[in-house]
């Protein structure tokens, strides 16, 4: 049996709804958004368009520039407290830990650096602000531009490479990526969804909650 001790951990963690209490895209396209991405959003919701798509289509319609929207994030929104103690324990374990988010890299690295936290793996959305809107890229594991499965995707390389993954995540998008890791932490409504389809996930409310959970793994 291999030790515990010598298993390669990697913690894949969401990041909208799960390392923050609301969806930062959301907020910024319901204040910025010049016309009705609520539409769009009910096109991927029911699996019309790609999350890809989604964003490119919704993102554009935001006129603002880099700044503004930094301003914006670090004004109205803030992280999950416990953070950096989650951060902490995943290394005092020796732990690699990588946000893998349908959100922006942009917003992101602002909430974490208004936490003093840096350092942390991101996987996410890039952002280029221009005259037309923001134009959002998802970029794979292989370098190349992805439309759907981009969670999926970046557990599939860290399987790859020999990780043992523990994915945590808040919403129906986590659900697919989740089901290929070995372990799943879930909030609300996440955690509703997983049990309604019969899919074992350890439950949590807040980060220190997760923190205990982790206690349990081997």
């Not at 049996?1 to 609301?22: H, P, R, V, W, Y």
């Not at 964003?55 to 670090?74: G, Q």
């Not at 290929?180 to 439950?203: N, Q």
């Amino acid at each position: 049996m291999q030790d515990s001790a010598n298993i390669k951990t990697l913690i894949q963690c969401d990041f909208d709804g799960t390392l923050t209490e609301e969806d930062i895209s959301f907020l910024i396209l319901d204040t910025f958004a010049d016309g009705d991405w609520r539409s769009i959003l009910e096109q991927y919701k029911s699996n019309r368009i790609s999350v890809g798509h989604f964003n490119t289509l919704a993102f554009r319609m935001v006129k603002e520039d880099e700044s503004t929207l930094i301003r914006f994030v670090s004004e109205k929104t803030e992280l999950r407290p416990g953070l950096k103690g989650l951060l902490s324990y995943c290394t005092s374990r020796n732990f690699r830990f990588a946000i893998v988010s349908n959100g922006m890299t942009f917003y992101i690295r602002t909430l974490l650096r208004n936490s003093g936290i840096d350092g942390v793996e991101i996987y996410a959305a890039q952002a280029d602000f221009n005259n037309n809107g923001i134009e959002a890229r998802y970029i794979g594991p292989d370098g190349k531009e992805i439309q759907n499965g981009f969670k999926e995707a970046y557990v599939n390389r860290f399987l790859n490479e020999g990780w043992r993954v523990i994915s945590i995540g808040n919403g129906a998008s986590d659900i697919p990526a989740a089901k290929l890791a070995h372990y799943t932490f879930a909030t609300e409504p996440m955690l509703s969804l997983c049990r309604g389809i019969g899919f074992d996930c350890l439950p949590f409310e807040n980060l220190d909650d997760i923190i205990k959970g982790l206690e349990t793994i081997e």
